[in-house]
């Protein structure tokens, strides 16, 4: 249980770094919380501070859940009651949560997408990638990362499904937290899908701004 308690706590930590905060005041002295939709994750730095800084932030965030699995996956040894894939599922939900309601930005961050996409792709390489192309084919054609991201969100579980089912040990376990991720995913999201209904959703340009 120690095990379990500790992998939650360093999951949620490094998912609560607020990197589009510290590349903001580095790169060009700016609170992202101040510009933009006031979101800490990378859209909002692309848009803020431009491609440099929201491609940085990207790739950062996909590293925290990345790592929040790996960290599971040390701290994991046999006769814990759980199994090791289980416990790495365990860090990466835990640093999603960490995104989305960080301790060290009054717990509000991002929407938790980038974390997530590092969890899955160190968990369920295929499964993140049918939920990427997703996301791309969305953009490309709608050009809203919002829709991407719900899009590849929903995608994702399915994809978890079909990719793992009678083939992983544990894949029960991958799906219920693939579901509770697309769950939290579409909950960040929920200003999103009021603008995109009504029409003022803000499309992406490459330009950033």
């Known amino acids: 249980m120690d095990r379990i308690i500790l992998t939650i706590v360093c999951g949620y930590l490094l998912g609560s770094i607020p990197f589009s905060l510290v590349v903001g005041k580095i790169s060009k002295g700016i609170d992202p919380r101040n510009h933009g939709s006031g979101n800490l994750g990378a859209a909002n730095t692309f848009r803020t501070l431009g491609p440099g800084p929201g491609v940085a932030v990207l790739l950062l965030d996909v590293s925290k859940g990345a790592m929040s699995t790996l960290a599971g996956s040390l701290l994991w040894r046999s006769g814990i009651g759980v199994r090791q894939t289980d416990l790495m599922l ?3 939900l835990a640093a999603v949560c960490g995104h989305i309601w960080t301790i ?3 717990f509000k961050g991002g929407k938790g997408v980038a974390t997530a996409a590092g969890m899955f792709l160190s968990i369920t390489p295929l ?5 990427l192309a997703a996301w791309l084919v969305m953009v490309a054609l709608w050009r809203y990362i919002s829709v991407g991201s719900i899009v590849g969100a929903i995608v994702l579980p399915v994809a978890v499904y079909f990719t793992n089912v009678g083939r ?16 939290l995913v579409l909950a960040a999201h929920r200003n999103n899908i009021r603008r995109i209904l009504n029409g003022t959703e803000r499309k992406f340009s490459i330009r950033g701004g």
């Open 127 to 131: 499964a993140f990638v049918f939920s």
């Open 168 to 183: 992983v040990k544990g894949w029960e376990s991958m799906f219920v937290v693939s579901l509770a991720v697309t769950v």
């Open 90 to 92: 365990i860090g990466g």
């Open 104 to 106: 060290f930005a009054s």
